[in-house]
């Protein structure tokens, strides 16, 4: 996924300034600060080593008060104009940009309580700093004139960042009464605070479960190497045995490998019951969260929360969103029930005698791929080491995009198992990358791309390039083996692989439209769309050897890999709409009713649902995506990108999917454009017509 962020933030500094400006007495403006200071670092990249929790809040209070100075300056200028107001807003509060940049990605991976503590300082006070911006009224006024006297005479980025400027002021009651104003202010700091919350909780319940299994004959069925890694994860703890927590690479262990139903259902009720009830219960948050985002919809005359979050993106309304998800639905439902059927009866051919119940997918669903395709996830990870992966991503940039890495070894990182790579294209430099691929304790759960600096032109006209950062949470290295990834994480790195090469190939002057910022159902397009070269032997070729032998994959596994991409698609692609639907029924349905946060998600599941239902489930209180990640009333995102990027790789099918010319057309009217243009003209140049679902379809076998 792209972090987009997965802090509310980054949106909300989109044009960091502030508005309706009491120049109170200035902060102390420490220069040996260094998120303050000048850096004299490569590339303008942060000093990391420098960089202190005790340097965050005074940090962000002067920043915030140059940011006030910056407003001023703008409000003071007569005559407002493009470039004085709209391009000015962009440009402003600078410092404020650059410190929520660092603070609120280093929060999300490695969120010590020392780094919780300060982001609920931090928070509100950036929130009520926003909210000053486009509550301002003689701001709003500068920013409506240019609009409607300049918006028809410009022309591409120029025009995008003004329409978005003046949406963004509507979007956040630029247009409400002084009453209203304040409500709204209140209701988002409120709602700030309780997303930081939830993804406290969620990190906090994530961390206090771990299971402890002494002997190793409980764990029967386990391959050495994941018994190695549980292994390591004990000793690192001063404990004997093996060790498993709630981090993906170890749930996903015991749920695909371990023989004992019993340990298997332990782990998958753990695991889809973070921090619902008990000390981390974000229940109660979920509650408070939809309220607040419904008093806002309905401040600004929308009729929920949905319909306001939608409006400026692809699928602009509920009704369009609900169309896309009920003709999946049709189209998966159907095949979900064959594909379970299939499986149940090949479970109880080896040996359940009960009903297939959750906790027993992985595990039977890997032993029917296996005996279908011949072909395990331990079969496939040992021509997957993390190192040749890498090679293997980065060559796929360099032969499509002319893109090249060479270690940053100058670079600081901000944690010892963080690498950093210049990249370049054509001899110029285009980003410095950060990779950072294993779980901690501290780090938030998933895989994410995200940035530490956007891309765009300064007020010199010099192109300031982007720092890249991607963030996974991959099977780590044991004693004596390197850090074998499954074919699935492979194919989350090409995933988050494609979001940087939106970042990194951005070519636009504003920093607010520029690499990712684009409509939410857009932006997975490149990501998704990059995962197609998993199974093409042109990539795999290129660096899936045998860690041990040096044996290249052999073109058999290839040929199956590519058949396994629809087993069981209609069952993946369930599982996803039933995520998409749970999130519209959290954001179209009243508040008020949501009184029992399990009973609401049930009834959504329930008409989904092709295996048993667990009535005691509820991973709605861990669901951070929607809840602290940005894709409130968006999730359904997945799906419409995935639509839109099997239409666009069809292009590549059909030119060959290593085609330059093809690629570089990619380059000029998507990756390169963020959100400077409109989102549908830019597929349909590339395409050459509207998206349809066919190609999805077909690819699935859901046709």
């Known amino acids: 996924m792209k972090k987009i962020i997965a802090t509310l933030f980054l949106f909300l500094i989109i044009m960091t300034n502030q508005a309706q400006i009491k120049l109170q007495t200035a902060p102390p403006f420490d220069a040996q600060n260094p998120l303050l200071q000048k850096w004299d670092t490569p590339y ?45 807003l962009d440009r402003a509060g600078a410092l404020v940009t650059r410190a929520s940049g660092i603070f609120f990605n280093l929060l999300e991976c490695d969120a010590t309580q020392e780094m919780q503590d300060i982001a609920t300082q931090v928070q509100p006070m950036l929130t009520e700093y926003s909210n000053s911006i486009y509550l301002d009224t003689a701001l709003f006024n500068r920013v409506k004139y240019v609009y409607e006297h300049e918006y028809r005479k410009l022309k591409g980025a120029d025009q995008m960042l003004l329409k978005k400027t003046y949406d963004a002021f509507l979007d956040n009651g630029a247009k409400l009464n002084a009453n209203d104003k304040k409500l709204f202010n209140d209701f988002s700091v409120e709602l700030s605070n309780l997303t930081l919350v939830f993804g406290q909780n969620a990190l906090a319940a994530t961390n206090s479960y771990q299971m402890h299994i002494k002997s190793k004959k409980e764990l029967a069925g386990l391959p050495d190497n994941e018994l190695a890694i549980a292994a390591q994860r004990a000793k690192e703890k001063g404990l004997t045995g093996y060790l498993f927590d709630l981090s993906h690479p170890s749930v996903n262990a015991i749920l695909t490998y371990a023989d004992n139903r019993e340990l298997r259902k332990e782990m998958y009720m753990h695991n889809c019951n973070k921090a619902f009830g008990g000390e981390y219960d974000n229940g109660p948050i979920i509650k408070k969260i939809l309220t607040c985002r419904e008093k806002l919809a309905l401040l600004l005359g929308y009729p929920n929360y949905a319909e306001y979050a939608l409006h400026n993106r692809m699928a602009e309304n509920s009704k369009q969103v609900y169309n896309l998800l ?59 080491q993390l ?88 099977t ?165 990108a995935e639509m839109l990027e099997a239409d666009a790789f069809s292009v590549f099918q059909e030119n060959g999917v290593m085609d330059r010319e093809t690629a570089n057309r990619y380059v000029e009217t998507i990756l390169s454009k963020g959100g400077s243009e409109d989102a549908m003209e830019m597929f349909i ?4 017509r509207k998206p349809e679902v066919k190609a999805l379809l077909s690819r699935d076998g859901l046709k």
Not at 350 to 360: A, C, K, T, V, Y
């Open 44 to 88: 303008q990249t942060p000093p990391f080593k420098r960089i202190k929790p005790e340097h965050y809040v005074p940090a962000f209070k002067a920043a915030i008060f140059e940011a006030k100075k910056d407003i001023a300056a703008i409000k003071r200028t007569p005559e407002a104009n493009f470039k004085n107001t709209i391009v000015a």
């Open 326 to 384: 009920d003709q999946l639905r049709d189209a998966a439902l159907p095949a979900a029930k064959r594909e379970l059927e299939s499986l149940s009866e090949f479970a109880r051919n080896n040996g359940l005698n009960d009903e297939l119940q959750r906790w027993d997918f992985a595990y039977y669903s890997e032993k029917q791929k296996n005996e279908l395709y011949k072909l395990s996830t331990e079969t496939l990870k040992p021509y997957f």
């Open 387 to 474: 190192d040749n992966v890498i090679k293997g991503v980065f060559q796929l940039a360099s032969e499509l995009y002319d893109l090249r890495f060479e270690p940053a070894l100058d670079v600081d990182v901000y944690h010892p198992e963080v690498t950093a790579y210049y990249v370049y294209r054509d001899d110029q430099f285009m980003a410095v990358l950060y990779l950072d691929f294993h779980p901690r304790a501290t780090k938030r759960s998933g895989a994410w791309m995200t940035n530490f600096r956007e891309q765009y032109y300064d007020a010199d006209g010099t192109d300031v390039r982007p720092l890249v950062s991607l963030v996974m949470n991959f």
């Open 476 to 640: 780590p290295a044991s004693d004596g083996q390197p850090s074998l990834l499954s074919f699935s994480e492979v194919t989350t790195f090409l995933h988050e692989f494609g979001h940087a090469l939106n970042g990194m190939l951005s070519e636009v002057p504003y920093a607010s439209i520029s690499g990712t910022n684009s409509p939410r159902d857009f932006v997975e397009l490149p990501s998704q769309l990059n995962e197609n070269w998993a199974t093409e032997p042109e990539f795999l070729q290129t660096f899936a050897f045998h860690y041990k032998t040096g044996e290249a994959i052999p073109e058999e596994y290839i040929e199956r890999l590519k058949k396994m991409r629809q087993y069981l698609a209609g069952y993946s692609c369930l599982r996803q709409l039933s995520f998409g639907y749970l999130d519209m029924m959290y954001h179209t349905t009243p508040a008020r009713d949501m009184k029992d946060i399990q009973a609401k998600e049930l009834s959504v599941f329930k008409p989904l649902d092709v295996m048993p239902t667990v009535p005691q489930a509820c991973m709605s209180t861990s669901f951070s995506h929607i809840f602290a990640g940005g894709y409130a009333a968006g999730y359904y995102g997945y799906k419409w």
């Open 685 to 688: 140049r590339f395409r050459g």
